[in-house]
């Protein structure tokens, strides 16, 4: 390996670190007020070297937001995708959702629901990066709800878009009141759990693979 190549791959690193701390960090606190100080020392790395890495605090923000939507996408997508599309990868992708903000995958929940609340009244690149990430989400859902109907396994279902708006809505509220109210979090995860599995059943969804969303990780199998 060259040096050159060694220098890169140390920063490399370095920036991995750094992001992963971010995206933790504002999940928390929030992504506006995440600083280049307040992450130095929650990284152990020197302002400079994170300002070397990012230039400002709007680049380090947009980093962070990609840095968060590749954890998400490795959680939760890459798992239901063992799943062939349909009902069973939505089913998957449910349970998977539930299971990311069970199991804090970020520490404050859902990174991208705290940074939306955060930035929803301030326009710029930030606000406009955390909309795709979302928008990208909930179209993914609605495309496998559309594969679904196509292959007759969501009879019922004539707006795939409203099903993913609905099945969204609900991850929102269990999300929030599963943080604020820490210690009565497994109920809420619970009622989203018969919630999705109410959604699959009214649009004419399997019940025994409707079912399998209320036993954790069972839609994976």
Not at 87 to 98: F, K, N, P, S, T
Not at 171 to 188: C, G, T, Y
Request: overall charge negative; proline content about 4%.
């Amino acid at each position: 390996m060259s040096l050159t190549d060694g220098r890169r791959a140390r920063g490399d690193a370095s920036r991995r670190l750094v992001l992963a701390h971010a995206a933790d960090l504002a999940s928390m606190e929030g992504l506006d007020g995440l600083s280049i100080g307040r992450l130095a020392t929650e990284a152990d790395v020197s302002k400079s070297g994170i300002a070397t890495l990012f230039g400002s605090k709007e680049q380090l923000q947009l980093a962070t937001v990609a840095a968060a939507a590749e954890r998400f996408t490795a959680t939760v997508v890459e798992p239901a995708r063992v799943q062939p599309r349909g009902i069973r990868r939505l089913a998957a992708l449910l349970d998977r959702v539930v299971a990311y903000s069970e199991d804090r995958v970020f520490p404050g929940g859902c990174f991208f629901s705290a940074s939306a609340a955060d930035f929803h009244s301030k326009p710029g690149a930030v606000r406009d990066a955390l909309a795709d990430q979302l928008e990208s989400w909930l179209g993914y859902l609605a495309a496998s709800a559309r594969f679904a109907v196509v292959q007759g396994e969501l009879p019922g279902l004539e707006d795939p878009d409203q099903l993913a708006f609905e099945l969204q809505g609900t991850f929102e509220w269990m999300n929030l009141m599963a943080v604020i109210r820490e210690k009565e979090s497994a109920v809420h995860y619970g009622r989203a759990r018969t919630a999705y599995r109410g959604r699959l059943i009214a649009y004419g969804g399997d019940p025994e693979i409707a079912e399998l969303l209320l036993v954790p990780g069972a839609a994976l199998r």
